[in-house]
């Protein structure tokens, strides 16, 4: 059990660009989830994988963010387009078949969004 | 949406108890969970409790529950100053969208 993965730690981009982070759970956790924390802030939850199949996005989540868990491992969040309100850091987040409640949560990718 | 609110900061002496407090309006919330957040880093999850459940111990951490007055507490015994971060207090009634409070900073001084 190695913990949550993500990658990059640290993300700068200038507006307008597109920026993908990539998630890698803890091995033979079903769930995946996506979440946002701003400073001096809790994280506020995004979306939510079972396996492959994303099951429940924010209203957070606008049209210019799209999550993937191709293969029910490693999930991708792109960002099409940002802006500055996007700076924050995304936190992922996995947890076991049947223990939905006991989310594991990565270092998180830190965006900063010039 | 669901509000969940924490003193923002608590100061404590080595070897005393800390007690971080907790509210939240969700009456249908089911599961309430303590984390941990140390500086750049992730959560941690420390502890979570039921929300038929009063009391939750586990070593030197003790959660309480009430849940007439939608109040949960954390107290964490003998605080040492590596307990110095920031406790995030949340609840969830879907056990994927997890509802944060925006945290208590706790400094453990020697």
Redesign the interface.
């Known amino acids: 059990d190695t913990g949550?993965s993500?990658d990059p730690r640290h993300k700068i981009t200038k507006r307008g660009q597109n920026v993908t982070f990539r998630c890698d759970p803890i091995s033979e956790h079903n769930?995946l989830?996506w979440?946002r924390q701003t400073l001096?802030?809790?994280?506020?939850?995004l979306t939510?994988f079972q396996n492959e199949a994303q099951?429940?996005k924010?209203r957070l989540l606008s049209d210019r963010f799209s999550a993937e868990r191709p293969k029910g491992s490693f999930s991708t969040l792109e960002i099409q387009r940002t802006e500055q309100g996007d700076s924050a850091m995304y936190?992922c987040?996995s947890s076991p078949q049947g223990q939905?409640?006991?989310?594991?949560?990565?270092?998180?990718t830190q965006l900063s969004v010039l | 949406g669901e509000d969940v609110e924490q003193s923002l900061f608590l100061s404590v002496r080595e070897g005393d108890s800390s007690v971080i407090n907790c509210t939240y309006t969700d009456s249908s919330s089911t599961y309430l969970y303590w984390y941990k957040q140390e500086p750049g880093a992730g959560l941690q999850l420390l502890t979570y409790i039921f929300s038929n459940m009063d009391m939750k111990q586990d070593q030197r951490l003790t959660v309480l529950l009430n849940k007439k007055d939608k109040h949960l507490s954390l107290r964490i015994a003998d605080t040492q100053t590596g307990d110095s971060a920031i406790y995030f207090c949340a609840e969830t009634n879907s056990g994927y969208a997890l509802n944060f409070g925006k945290g208590t900073s706790l400094l453990v001084t020697p």
Do not use: H, I, N, T
């Open positions: 949550v993500q769930r989830y979440y001096g802030q809790g994280p506020e939850f939510y099951l429940e924010s936190l987040a939905g409640e006991k989310l594991f949560f990565g270092s998180g």
